[in-house]
């Protein structure tokens, strides 16, 4: 949900920690709504303070360098898509992103993310079509900005 990669732990453990202190406030069989809900928060609040200190944390890069795991031009490109991604997921809109990062990352059915979301399926079906329309423009500008053309569909 546009959480970089160095903070996605510090962000999963603040999900788990909303809970903990609403535990009360979690009504039976929807607790898998309630902790989507809370991600989506916790993921916004996080892209804001991103936006606001524009100081990031490349954890993957240390992590490579310590491990020797894959090589530094290996590691150079995974971190170049990884920061295409997010800027193309960050271009979404909530509601779109939400839908698209479910069914294309997540591989939930529509019907399984009207439930979680408890918005009906055709809701569904126009998000996430306009979160690939959506996608597809934004990835064609960011691959045209970093020099790899973007005439066609990918």
């Known amino acids: ?21 609403r535990l ?3 009504l039976p069989d929807r607790e898998r709504a309630f902790l989507f809900g809370v991600a989506m928060k916790v993921a916004s609040d996080v892209r804001r ?9 490349d954890a993957a890069a240390i992590g490579a360098a310590v491990s020797g795991s894959p090589g530094p031009e290996e590691m150079l490109e ?15 809109s909530d509601d779109a992103r939400a839908v698209f990062v479910l069914v294309e990352m997540e591989g939930m059915t529509a019907p399984e993310i009207a439930a979680l979301l408890e918005i009906p399926l055709g809701t569904v079906t126009s998000r996430l079509r306009r979160g690939r329309e ?10 045209a900005r970093a020099g790899f053309g973007g005439g066609g569909r990918s």
């Open 1 to 21: 949900m546009g959480v970089p990669t160095g903070q996605v732990d510090d962000a999963v453990q603040e999900v788990f920690w909303v809970a903990h202190r």
């Open 49 to 57: 303070k991103r936006s606001r200190s524009r100081e990031e944390l």
């Open 24 to 26: 009360e406030d979690i």
């Open 78 to 92: 995974r971190q170049r898509a990884r920061a295409q991604l997010d800027e193309v997921l960050e271009g979404l």
């Open 134 to 143: 959506q996608f597809h423009g934004a990835a064609l500008r960011v691959r």
